[in-house]
């Protein structure tokens, strides 16, 4: 009933692990399979090891969750034998997310990273934690966009996702430039840009001080902009953003999702979120008579 | 999850770089638990829990970078921002003969330990704790005080207690255990898998505290995970029994930096 097609491949569900939570080894991202999901996406990988932010990275209160982890990872070179381990532990789809500064660098990471065995590449040029080494995030322009998904579409062996920001206020446009320029699909969103502050120390509580929001405040943000980008492109969309139970995946496949990316929930519900999301959509599938997704995706559009 | 600020109550000089800091505030915490420790514009890490009464908790601090070393600059009144408890924690269970194999720092946890598991019924300790040299010796003044406690100190260059190895003894004990004991150790990482190594040779129960990278301290940053299982210690850990410990493929072996990339021991 849950199985799910995208981009010719079959997912035993449609909810797979957002990136950034609990991807930095092939072992966690398969113990996710083994806790419900249908596939898994891995935390961004660049051309060289990063180490991330200081801590505090993350935080959360039972509205939202707040981090930025600064883009840690190992470097494509050893995210290649995570890959492999992933591989050798379980069968589910595997999404490598990728990052770069600049869009050849871009270019490099996806051809180094096509030599392992991945599913997919999603290309994400929406975080909204590293603006003082990178930039504005290339997800706000059209241009930039165009320029990464080429290059990225000419090195890659696999199909790509580009992965959009809910900071940029026409993402729809964004979706259009990303499917024009030989996207196979887009994730939409990443995190939307936040601050907290701790008033006895009167501080950020964040380490880099602004951090990217994700849990349930960012539910009805990612609807809107999964709703918008849905009735712009004809490319399937991975609906990502605050998914914490079945109710808000089924949600996200009426506003045209034909995945549902699920992370932060892992703090809400521990990492036995994902079998409890997909037993939530099966329960009201039966109760509403829903035989496939299929017949529900897209849903909410009236025309 | 947000920070909650803590005010320090008390500070107690352990040796030249360690100090025990004291903060008043009920924790609610379980031997083998730890926290994550901010000072606003420095930094935040995991530090285990040396001790709660109810009203404080202790956190034994050897001073070693930025955050420790704005800690130690910290007074009675100053403050800081505490997260958790977190994690699991060793068992606490009467009539049981534990012994206790701590090395370094990891004498803090297992005094806490120590503390609540001298109060039950039929509970007797052997307490093995090692260090480099006698100055680094930890908690010995604190652990004579516990009843049906026996201290059996090792240094490497025998300046204090027996010369030698935490695991020298602990085989003698286990040679020589009558009813089956408990062994929690608590140390560095090649120390603890000499420990378990002892444990699966003399079929005795373990509990062993494995230490790892943490940025979030609750499941979700993803740092921890350990292979093969892909378990985070800072969830199903950093206290594990034996049979877990023996599923962790990388225990003594490799853990890994902020950055993901592995590091051998």
Redo the contacts between chains.
């Keep these: 009933m849950l199985h799910t097609t995208f981009l010719n491949k079959t997912f035993s569900n449609p909810i797979v692990l957002a990136s950034g939570i609990l991807g930095v080894t092939g072992a966690s991202l398969a113990h996710m399979v083994e806790n419900g999901c249908g596939g898994v996406t891995t935390k961004s990988i660049s051309l060289e090891p990063r180490p991330g932010h200081k801590n505090p990275t993350m935080m959360g209160t039972d509205d939202y969750f707040l981090n930025a982890v600064g883009l840690s990872n190992p470097g494509v070179a050893n995210a290649l034998p995570e890959i492999a381990k992933f591989h050798s532990l379980s069968t589910a789809p595997i999404i490598a997310s990728i990052f770069a500064g600049t869009a050849d660098e871009f270019g490099e990471v996806a051809e180094h990273i096509c030599a392992s065995p991945i599913d997919f590449i999603e290309v994400n040029i929406s975080c909204p934690n590293v603006g003082k080494e990178f930039g504005t995030p290339f997800a706000y322009s059209t241009t930039a966009i165009e320029a990464i998904t080429k290059i990225v579409k000419s090195k890659s062996t696999v199909p790509i996702i580009i992965k959009l920001s809910p900071n940029a206020w026409n993402i729809a446009e964004m979706a259009k430039a990303a499917e024009a320029a030989g996207a196979d699909a887009i994730t939409a969103v990443n995190t939307i840009s936040g601050l907290m502050i701790d008033i006895e120390s009167r501080r950020p509580i964040l380490a880099n001080k602004q951090g990217g929001v994700s849990g349930p405040a960012l539910l009805p943000i990612a609807l809107k902009c999964v709703y918008d980008i849905y009735a712009s492109v004809k490319i399937p969309i991975i609906g990502t953003g605050g998914v914490t139970t079945g109710r808000d995946a089924i949600a996200m496949i009426m506003a045209g999702a034909t995945l549902v990316g699920v992370g932060s929930a892992a703090y809400y519900r521990e990492k036995t979120c994902f079998a409890k999301i997909v037993a939530e959509m099966a329960e009201f599938m039966q109760t509403e008579n829903i035989k496939s997704l299929a017949e529900i995706r897209g849903a909410a559009h009236t025309n | 999850?947000?920070?909650k600020?803590v005010k320090i109550s008390k500070i107690i000089d352990e040796n030249p770089s360690v100090k025990t800091f004291y903060f008043s505030h009920n924790l609610k915490s379980k031997p083998g638990q730890f926290v994550?420790l901010?000072l606003?514009?420095i930094?935040?890490?995991p530090f285990s829990i040396s001790s709660d009464d109810g009203e404080n908790f202790g956190l034994t601090v050897f001073k070693r970078g930025p955050l420790t070393e704005k800690l130690f600059t910290l007074k009675v009144g100053d403050?800081a921002?505490s997260t958790g408890p977190f994690g699991t924690c060793y068992s606490i269970l009467p009539n049981r003969h534990y012994i206790m194999v701590a090395g370094g720092y990891g004498a803090a946890p297992l005094s806490f330990l120590s503390t609540k598991i001298c109060e039950l019924p039929g509970v007797t300790i052997d307490f093995i704790v090692g260090a480099r040299s006698k100055d680094l010796l930890l908690f010995e003044d604190r652990l004579k005080l516990i009843p049906h406690l026996k201290i059996h100190a090792t240094t490497d260059d025998g300046s204090a207690g027996r010369k030698g190895r935490v695991t020298d003894v602990l085989e003698e004990l286990l040679k020589n255990a009558t009813s089956k004991p408990l062994v929690v150790t608590c140390g560095p990482e090649l120390m603890e898998k000499a420990v378990l190594d002892l444990c699966n040779k003399y079929d005795s129960d373990c509990e062993l505290s494995i230490e790892r990278q943490m940025?979030?301290g609750?499941?979700?940053?993803?740092?921890c995970?350990?292979?093969?299982?892909?378990?985070?210690m800072c969830?199903d850990g950093p206290v594990v029994n034996r049979a877990l410990a023996n599923r962790i493929f990388e225990l003594g072996k490799y853990h890994?930096?902020?950055?993901?990339?592995?590091i051998n021991y």
Excluded: S
Aim: one cysteine or more.
């Design positions: 999850m947000l920070p600020t994550m901010w606003p514009d930094d935040q890490k403050r921002g940025k979030c609750f499941g979700i940053c993803g740092q995970a350990v292979d093969d299982l892909g378990l985070c969830i890994r930096d902020k950055a993901g990339n592995k």
